[in-house]
C-alpha cells in the first residue's frame, strides 16, 4: 500500500533527516556525560521548528488561487482539499495511492460520510471519474460522493453524475471552495437569472468572469464581486 507523497511527508521526511543527522553529530562530539541532554534540547528545538514550518505551509496552502490550484501536482491537489475541507469542519482522511478503491478522500460531518475523487486536469475530466466514485460509495458505505477537478466535465460524465446522484465541482464551483469560508458559501452554485443555466468562470480581454454555460445561446456576464459587465467571452 502507497500513501500519497504530500507536502507534510515530504517536510516530515526532511525533519527525519536532520534528526538523523543531529543523532550522529551528537554522538561523535559531544561528551558522554551530556549525550543526553543534547539530544533532548535538540529534538525539542526540531519539533519546535517542523510545528512552524508545517503551520506556515498550511496557512499559505489555504490562501491558494486557481493560478496556484492549475499548478498543483495530482497529490498536492488532493491535499489542498483535505485541508481546506478541514477548514470548513469536516473530519478529512486521504487514502492511499494504490488501492483506494475510487476515493481520494472520505470527508465526514453531521454523521454523514461523502467520498470525493480529485481530478487536477488541464483537460475535460470524462466518465471515468464518476465511475469510480460511484464504484467507491459502497465500500466505504458512504452517503453522498463528489469528483472535483479545476477544470470541466465532459457531457457524458454530467449524464453519468446526474443517474447516481454524484455531485459534480467543476472550476466556477471550485472557486466558491477557494473562496468559502463556510460551508453555506461553498455550495453556493451561481445560475444564469437570463436562462437559468449554471455560470462558470471564464478568461476575458479583462481578466476572469462569470460567464453563463449556455453560451453563446446566452451572453450574459458578470464579474466576480456581483456586478454586470461587458466582457468579451472566451
Not at 467507491?136 to 454530467?158: E, G, P
Not at 463556510?182 to 460567464?211: H, Q, W
Amino acid at each position: 500500500m502507497k500513501y500519497r507523497n504530500t507536502k507534510d511527508n515530504r517536510l516530515r521526511r526532511v525533519f527525519i533527516i536532520i534528526y538523523l543527522t543531529q543523532l550522529a553529530l551528537v554522538r561523535i562530539f559531544t561528551d558522554k556525560s551530556i549525550f543526553f541532554i543534547d539530544i533532548i534540547v535538540g529534538t525539542i528545538i526540531l519539533i519546535f521548528m517542523y510545528l512552524i514550518v508545517k503551520k506556515y505551509t498550511v496557512k499559505r496552502m489555504l490562501k491558494y488561487k486557481m493560478e496556484n490550484v492549475d499548478k498543483l501536482s495530482g497529490e498536492d491537489f488532493e491535499e489542498f482539499l483535505a485541508l481546506k475541507f478541514k477548514k470548513l469542519g469536516y473530519k478529512v482522511k486521504l487514502t492511499p495511492t494504490t488501492a483506494d478503491y475510487g476515493a481520494d478522500l472520505v470527508l465526514k460531518k453531521d454523521k454523514a460520510k461523502i467520498v470525493v475523487q480529485a481530478k487536477r486536469w488541464n483537460s475535460k475530466v470524462g466518465v471515468e471519474a464518476v465511475q469510480q466514485v460511484v464504484a467507491s460509495m459502497k465500500y466505504y458505505n458512504a452517503d453522498r460522493s463528489m469528483v472535483i477537478t479545476n477544470s470541466y466535465f465532459t457531457d457524458n460524465a454530467k449524464i453519468l453524475a446526474k443517474y447516481n446522484e454524484v455531485e459534480l465541482y467543476d472550476r466556477s464551483r471550485l472557486y466558491n471552495l477557494l473562496e468559502a469560508q463556510n460551508t453555506n458559501e461553498m455550495f453556493n452554485k451561481s445560475v444564469c437569472p437570463k436562462c437559468g443555466a449554471d455560470l462558470v468562470i471564464r478568461n476575458g480581454k479583462y481578466g476572469y468572469f462569470y460567464g453563463c454555460e449556455s453560451y453563446p445561446k446566452c451572453s450574459f456576464t458578470k464579474n466576480i464581486e456581483g456586478s454586470n459587465n461587458n466582457h468579451n467571452v472566451k
